[in-house]
């Protein structure tokens, strides 16, 4: 049965994707975007780095992903429609990064103190991806030429320093290599996607073409089409228990890239994402708590059967993805379970705050929401936006 929005389908008022695009639209507009904003009282424009569920800021050092994150999400908020002041967010939130955040190689620092200034210095290729999706959503969103020349600057530093032999990149000054991870690699690929869909420039499609090349050669195993974790230098599974170590989030994650670019990326990135999917709902599905579980093997095992919300998102845009190209009733009833999987994290005392962590046994680690998430349920809401057209 095919239901395509692209295929010139009209998606009523009462289909239930749509009340859910409006529900979610509700929480992130009219709770969310007022709570995570950043403090009066904060130095520049620092953004939460986390909250009780009550909504009270833990005034604590920031990292510089959390930060960029946030810029990506006042970007999306402000697409989606909020009144508030989401440009001068996204604005003081990227110029704090660039004057405060860069140092003297190109590279960006770690973390802020809570002051503006300085915490920890070091340099890691995931903050960098991170200030390169930034730089990205700011310069669609303002139109600020500057912001990608920053963007092609960090570029060139990444080149200079940080590439490595097998093809992708050395992860820094804070984690070890090896092992090597597949995680920050996907990352860059959501950075250069992102940066060639807001400017156009060739440089962005060569470096996400690399990436997918990356991961199609090394990170899927071959017979079970497990997205794997952790590897060598020439960028071999690891040997032992962590070179079978598979978290379903991750691979969705990655197959919502391959969808999205998949016009130009071709029929392998379908292909890949296919195969990805396969397996991440074969075996990561968890269908007693409507969830996403943390880890598995690659032979399909659960090895951590805890749930964070962050693989919630990444099931819906996938499955969100898959169904505004496929116009399969399987992929759209797959986002509803997985928007519902979604809410339960939400249903806090403070509305536009979350939980993180479902525990196996179905209760809640008690702690403060990770500001970390708030790019996850936006890029989530955002795709359900674009699939019913509001």
Not at 188 to 211: K, P, T, Y
Not at 219 to 239: H, I, K, M, Q
Not at 250 to 272: K, V
Not at 299 to 323: C, H, I, V, Y
């Amino acid at each position: 049965m095919r239901m395509s929005p692209a295929a010139g389908q009209i998606i009523e008022k009462a289909d239930p994707l749509t009340q859910a695009a409006h529900e979610g639209r509700d929480w992130l507009l009219n709770h969310a975007a007022p709570l995570w904003a950043p403090s009066p009282r904060a130095a520049g424009q620092l953004f939460p780095e986390r909250m009780s569920i009550d909504g009270v800021n833990d005034e604590c050092p920031r990292r510089l992903f959390v930060q960029a994150r946030h810029v990506y999400s006042y970007c999306e908020i402000g697409r989606m429609g909020w009144s508030g002041p989401w440009r001068d967010y996204v604005e003081g939130g990227v110029d704090l990064l660039l004057s405060k955040g860069r140092r003297p190689d190109g590279l960006y620092i770690h973390k802020f103190a809570p002051d503006g200034g300085v915490f920890d210095s070091r340099a890691d290729l995931y903050d960098q991806a991170f200030m390169l999706l930034a730089l990205a959503c700011a310069g669609a969103a303002t139109r600020r030429a500057d912001l990608f020349e920053a963007a092609e600057a960090l570029d060139d530093a990444l080149e200079a320093h940080w590439r490595s032999p097998h093809g992708g990149y050395d992860e820094g000054e804070i984690a070890a290599c090896p092992p090597f991870r597949q995680n920050p690699h996907m990352h860059m690929l959501e950075a250069f996607i992102a940066l060639h869909g807001a400017s156009g420039a060739e440089r962005w499609r060569r470096r996400a073409e690399q990436v997918f090349a990356l991961c199609a050669r090394f990170f899927v195993d071959r017979d079970s089409g497990a997205l794997l974790e952790y590897f060598d230098g020439a960028l071999t599974p690891l040997a032992g228990a962590a070179g079978r170590v598979a978290e379903p989030g991750h691979g969705l994650e990655w197959a919502w890239l391959f969808e999205i670019a998949a016009p130009w990326l071709g029929a392998e990135a379908i292909g890949l994402s296919d195969r990805l999917v396969r397996f991440a709902r074969r075996f990561g599905l968890d269908p007693e708590r409507n969830v996403v579980i943390n880890e598995t093997s690659k032979d399909g095992g659960a090895l951590n059967r805890d749930a964070r919300l962050w693989p919630q998102s990444e099931r819906l845009k996938t499955a969100l993805a898959r169904f505004r190209r496929t116009g399969e009733a399987t992929e759209r009833d797959e986002a509803l379970s997985a928007y519902q999987g979604l809410m339960k994290y939400l249903d806090v005392p403070k509305r536009g705050a979350w939980r993180d962590k479902l525990r196996a046994d179905g209760g809640w680690i008690v702690e403060p929401a990770p500001g970390s998430s708030l790019y996850h349920i936006v890029c989530a809401l955002a795709e359900l936006r674009r699939t019913v057209g509001l």
